[in-house]
């Protein structure tokens, strides 16, 4: 497997501490509400709020980190929420 430098590094955008993650659930982006698609890692995910988004959403973000994931919004489905949409 080959790594790029934006794997490891983190990306501070107004308090979120993004870092490259490949996604085991499905997972919608809290930008852009899309789902997060495709093979090795999909997005970015912040290690304070758990924040989910695309690579290309990350630096749209409005608002700041909370800094708890209990006060996010969640942005990962189950399959079985997923097929009642």
Known sequence: MIFSFDDFRVHDVKGHRFLAKFFRQPTFCAFCKEFLWG??????QCQSCQTAVH???HDK???KC??????SESTIVSFKNLIHI
Do not use: A, D, I, V
Not at 66 to 71: E, F, K, L, Q, Y
């Open 39 to 44: 093979f090795g890692k999909q997005g970015y």
């Open 55 to 57: 690579k290309k959403c």
């Open 61 to 63: 973000l409005l608002g």
């Open 66 to 71: 909370p800094g708890s994931g209990r006060n």
